[in-house]
């Protein structure tokens, strides 16, 4: 990616986030959780990319980590290709060559997970991926994550309500989101993840009445038989 694609890309998955009146969707695509195991094992990342651009999502979240969730940068790219929307690498990144590789992926945005993050690696990290053009959605679970990622420069902070993303263990807490949006200053891009519209989750109107910008929905979107639908009526 050249300079030029790179700075017309620069901003795209923030401002995306923020251009609507309503809570904003990033429609996640994955094919299996360690807690879930396979919930749509077969899915074809361009299909459900059209899918979710047709249903109002104002971006994607793409799982390119295959060992727990199947995906790969080839799901990213497709996705990209086929919905046009800005595209958020979802994983477990840590190092500089993560980075790199998620630029060199064509991510529009990537993941940082304070809890994964020691020392100055969080701000290190967040520094050289809005360098390389790429917005960053730094990921806290508590206050004390929260301190560290304003600290850290974070401007979108997503609450993940699941206890630990990498366990095979199911643990939500369907309130969290709820509990630390009066902790998020005006100025973040502030989004709700990890148990939005499933069963016995939290609802999208808890997610509007909290004043959240974004939703990342996932389960409740790839385990549905019509996503676009599905998305289309979580957005009324």
């Known amino acids: 990616m050249g300079f030029d694609e790179r700075a017309s890309r620069a901003g795209r998955f923030k401002q995306a986030l923020v251009a609507r009146d309503d ?3 990033i429609a996640e695509i994955k094919r299996r959780s360690p807690s879930r195991g396979d919930l749509n094992a077969g899915l074809d990342p361009a299909e459900m990319a059209e899918a979710y651009r047709d249903g109002g999502a104002a971006c994607l979240s793409v799982l390119t980590n295959r060992e727990m969730f199947g995906g790969s940068g080839g799901d990213l790219a497709a996705a990209s290709l086929a919905s ?3 595209i958020l690498r979802k994983d477990f990144i840590t190092t500089d060559d993560d980075v790199y ?9 990537l ?3 304070v809890a994964d993050l020691a020392g100055a690696q969080l701000a290190e990290l967040h520094e050289l991926a809005l360098s390389l053009g790429m917005d960053v959605l730094t990921e806290v679970k508590s206050e004390a994550e929260l301190e560290a990622a304003l600290e850290a420069g974070a401007d979108v902070i997503g609450v993940n309500q699941r206890h630990k993303p990498k366990s095979a263990a199911f643990t939500m807490d369907y309130q969290r989101a709820e509990r630390l949006a009066p902790l998020l200053p005006e100025h973040v891009v502030k989004v709700a993840e990890s148990g939005i519209a499933v069963a016995g989750g939290t609802t999208m ?3 509007r009445g909290a004043g959240y910008d974004a939703a990342l929905i996932g389960e409740a979107l790839v385990t549905s038989g019509n996503p676009a639908e599905r998305l289309q009526n979580l957005l009324i």
């Open 101 to 109: 590789e998620s630029h060199d992926m064509g991510a529009d945005a």
């Open 205 to 207: 109107a808890a997610v």
């Open 111 to 113: 993941l940082l997970i």
């Open 23 to 25: 809570v904003a969707v």
């Open 84 to 86: 046009g929307l800005p």
